[in-house]
């Protein structure tokens, strides 16, 4: 319900045009690049995304303190985050999905049960497993199949476990961070938000290490099959995230840090970062859960 | 705040007002429907006679899929979009969208995405080549180079619809006027608000399926292929669990637009709206849930081709609701027939036939005979072009004089509605036929007992394309001048956008208006 009399709509911009040009030399060049192109378009419209999106942030931000955003327009940027967040929801819920019906109808019917059971006359020998180890092409032409399985998995009582502990810890810190900054405590905002984003890091650190051991060691890896397939999309994703909200808590701590910005009683900025931050976690808990531990 | 629009170019690279950003939307929707129009019409000469005359079957395949694409993603989701611009803010008194300069980001990225997606025709071996549903392997494994980049336009444009449908939630829930309560708006917004719903569920999912694409063509991944243990059927099941939401995201504005036409010409409020609002919602909720009728043949177990049925059949209920209450509003009303008027009955009889036909194919077991022959072609025509595009068109009359301040010419529109109606009819009503007969879809070529359907067919295609040089050349010479519209326009309707004058001011309810 409107109660206010006065919505800030802000004059002509240049912005959105400029994010326009970067994004769309993000996509193009991407493209260019995985085609075997140059990748220098990709970069170019990687760095002019950043700018614009500096930019941007400065010049809402400077609405803010100069008053012109009434609660109104600042509920406006509320439902913009909540919903933002949702289709990220849904964007993974698409690789769980995935993962859910490759285990529940894909791999059973391929290893000759149920239903759609006489898949398995195009594959045979081939058995249904989890974690799949033999591919289904490695199980009719074996030593000469292009996809071969791994020959080990991530323990989830390992780095798994590890990383559930500081990311789950990470969403209680910078819990404490938001009610320091409530109460108007800078010095405790600025150190439990610190932690957060040192936690934030150490998680990266770990998962960076599950990686290289996945390819090292134990032959797992995108080309190994299904089931490396679905195990690096969805925590490479989650990853992806991890560190995008590592980026917008750090800079959430500069912003506090060097020019004092938010107050007790205005901080959405902050508190975007915090919800996108709390939505990482909850992916990792579904992770660790369906992906390592119901995984091995 | 200024009071009138920048004068020149860059008055629409920077704007941030949504009613310049919803005449962008609206403008670049015609272009494209023009283009995809023109795909069309390849295709059509193609079928004129059997055997190959114009086209090889290799770039009919590039015409199918981008004529698909270019109506899907660049005709009808932004024409909706740029009516949502320009008419919701009118429609809850509020200054402007909630978000404005995203508003304008999520228009420049389409003009891009498409000049990307073209682009493809004139890359190495062509445009994507798979259909407008892009099934794997076809798009994997046997995709031309060009998929790489068709799959970034997707990726782009869903970025756009996605910052597009967040912008109309936060419109729709946040700036209504005092007093408008949600059982207060008029359906159009509430139709836009569960669309809006929809989008940022499925286009997520969308953006999910194009990356596991790229993944299997480029990275190694095994998602579509069953040598590495996965499965191909994986795609169709992710692709529709998108693809049929977004068939609604096509139709649902449609309702709301033609549920503001009937009352205005019936001259009665409509029936039944709280009915209306439910139903639009059920209707959106089935629609996750029946994402398999479009796969019934590709092997399924018989539990699933059972609740895929009669969840699909259970659409009709909440559609015979809106079909119902349209025929009660304007049973005893006093009627007349201005244009608007003309394509919104005509949207109600063509659109429930489509719905018939769609009840056809949700019968599992019959499906096996129509799958994937010209009676679907037949059917999602029926649903789009008098559904979608009519509506569309309606709109546009409707509110043409609102936003312009002049009144169309109303027998060259009259003449309009009736080329395009006879044109659409001729061109999809004997595809049923020979659907019902068994000549395949997407092919370039078909055996001789086709061939007078089809010359029927392709000589109504050429018709209803004309016929919209006629509406492209109303609309401007409507920009231009002619006679100068009331505020009211119409005779008496109901809504908060005939309260201010016409044209519309740049800046409209910068003060929110009370709604009693």
Known sequence: MATESSYYVPEQSRLPIFATIGIFLMAFGAATWINGGSSYIFFAGSLAMATVLWFWFAAVIKENMQGL??????????????WFIFSEVMFFAAFFGALYYIRTFTLPWLGGEGDRGSSNMLWEGFQNTWPLMVTPEQAVSGDAAKVVGPKGIIDPWHLPLINTVLLLASSVTVHIAHVYLKKGNRKGFNGWLTATVALGGAFLFFQIEEYLEAYQHLGLTLE???????????????????????????????????ANHFKPDDHFGFEAATWYWHFVDVVWVGLFIFVYVLGA | MAHGPKPGFTRWLYTTNHKDIGSMYLWFSFAMFLLGGCMALVIRAELFQPGLQIVQPGFFNQMTTMHGLIMVFGAVMPAFVGLANWMVPMMIGAPDMALPRMNNWSFWILPFAFAMLVSTLFMEGGAPDFGWTFYAPLSTEYAPPSVTFFIFAVHIMGASSIMGAINIVATILNMRAPGMTLMKMPLFVWTWLITAYLLIAVMPVLAGVVTMMLMDIHFGTSFFSAAGGGDPVLFQHVFWFFGHPEVYIMILPAFGIVSAIIPTFARKPLFGYSSMVYATASIAFLSFIVWAHHMFTVGMPIAGELFFMYATMLIAVPTGVKVFNWVTTMFRGSMTFETPMLFSIAFVILFTIGGFSGLMLAIAPADFQYHDTYFVVAHFHYVLVPGAIFSITAGVYYWLPKWTGNMYNESMGKVHFWLAF?????????????????MPRRIPDYALQFADFNQIASVGAFLFGAAQILFLFNVIRTVRGGKKATDEVWENPEGLEWSVPSPAPYHTFSTPPVVR
């Open chain 1, 69 to 82: 955003n009434s609660d109104q327009l600042k509920r406006s940027y509320v439902w913009g985050m909540g």
């Open chain 1, 224 to 258: 190994s099959g299904i089931y490396g397939t679905t195990f690096f999309m969805l925590t490479g994703f989650h990853g992806a995230h991890v560190t995008l909200g590592t980026i917008m808590l750090l800079i959430m701590l500069l912003r506090s840090v060097i």
């Open chain 2, 422 to 438: 006879v044109g659409l009819n001729v061109t999809f009503f004997p595809m049923h036929f020979v659907g019902l007969a068994g």
